[in-house]
């Protein structure tokens, strides 16, 4: 059984950074597509990044040139950068995998104070 946990979250300023980390067990990370989400209070859960088994990576006009995911196969884990952070980036964020069906962590919390 697929398992993720995630971790990095926290509280920033505004303007600053974090760097999230997904730790994936239970079956061969490589061949999976990862992605990053989030979902704030009252809003739906949006996707904020992902990453192909091959290392192709999107991100939505809403992150580009501020978040940047990343994968290490070697290690089991998807890794979200996110610069520059914003008021407006404060929800709870969760690691996705995708191949035969979709799984999910269980979240971490990132706050960002004006």
């Known amino acids: 059984q697929v398992q993720l946990v995630e971790s990095g979250g926290g509280l920033v300023q505004a303007g600053g950074s974090l760097r999230l980390s997904c730790a994936f067990s239970?079956?061969?990370?490589?061949?999976?597509?990862m992605g990053w989400y989030r979902q704030a209070p009252g809003k739906q859960r949006e996707l904020v990044a992902s990453?192909?088994?091959?290392?192709?990576?999107f991100h939505p006009d809403s992150v580009k040139g501020r978040f940047i995911i990343s994968r290490d196969n070697a290690k089991n884990t998807v890794y979200l950068q996110m610069n520059s952070l914003k008021v407006e980036d404060t929800a709870v964020y969760y690691c996705?995998?995708?191949?035969?069906?979709?799984?999910w962590g269980q979240g971490t919390q990132v706050t960002v104070s004006s």
């Open positions: 996705g995998a995708q191949y035969s069906r979709n799984y």
């Open positions: 239970g079956s061969v990370f490589s061949i999976y597509h």
């Open positions: 990453i192909s088994s091959g290392g192709v990576t």
